[in-house]
T-cell receptor, first 114, second 115 residues
């Protein structure tokens, strides 16, 4: 079946460090890919998305590129801030008209220290 | 704040009791989703509505679970004869579907603990 695998957390970084959170997927077909973020005490929020191969999603300094050849959608940020501390979820959807039916990874907790 | 709201935030119940959760989506959103999230895992899809019609239910949604969205506005999720395995965070999300890839807006969830 379709699935998403993320790197295990927690990830602890110092402020201004470079961030990579790995995400790989298994899908029969061509999914759309997403990163959602969950700040403490808040609901999940869409961070960025990519709908076809080689698309790059970006938002708030975060980027992820849809790599069909490696079935990956790794999240990167050049310089993290304490305010980026949150849980990050990679997700996919298979059906264009059921884009809200998401398959999530297990989440990766990020903790940024000053 | 006009985001997705869920009520209650926390619910503690005894095994065998029935519980009901409510979700109020963003007012102009036509789609509403329910997800379940257990500790250390990502959310799992349960069911979704387009307006008042329930379009799909996951096999995770046993016959003890029922969801409604009367009049296409708020939604309720009821669990009958709760079991300890039902303990989880229940998330609601809504979107404005216009035939494109959707952006979901999530509520903060209802944390259910079954004792």
């Amino acid at each position: 079946g379709n699935s998403v695998t993320q790197m295990e957390g927690p990830v602890t970084l110092s402020e201004e460090a470079f961030l990579t959170i790995n995400c790989t997927y298994t899908a029969t077909g061509y999914p759309s890919l997403f990163w959602y973020v969950q700040y403490p005490g808040e609901g999940l929020q869409l961070l960025l998305k990519a709908t076809k191969a080689d698309d790059k999603g970006s938002n708030k300094g975060f980027e992820a590129t849809y790599r069909k050849e490696t079935t990956s959608f790794h999240l990167e940020k050049g310089s993290v801030q304490v305010s980026d501390s949150a849980v990050y979820f990679c997700a996919l959807t298979m059906l264009y008209n059921q884009g809200g039916k998401l398959i999530f990874g297990q989440g990766t907790e990020l903790s940024v220290k000053p | 704040d006009t985001g997705v709201s869920q009520d209650p935030r926390h619910k503690i119940t005894k095994r065998g009791q029935n519980v009901t959760f409510r979700c109020d989506p963003i007012s102009e959103h036509n789609r509403l989703y329910w997800y379940r999230q257990t500790l250390g895992q990502g959310p799992e899809f349960l069911t979704y509505f387009q307006n008042e019609a329930q379009l799909e239910k996951s096999r995770l949604l046993s016959d003890r679970f029922s969801a409604e969205r009367p009049k296409g506005s708020f939604s309720t999720l009821e669990i009958q004869r709760t079991e300890q395995g039902d303990s989880a965070m229940y998330l609601c999300a809504s979107s404005s579907y216009r035939g494109r890839v959707e952006k979901l807006f999530f509520g903060s969830g209802t944390q259910l603990s079954v004792l």
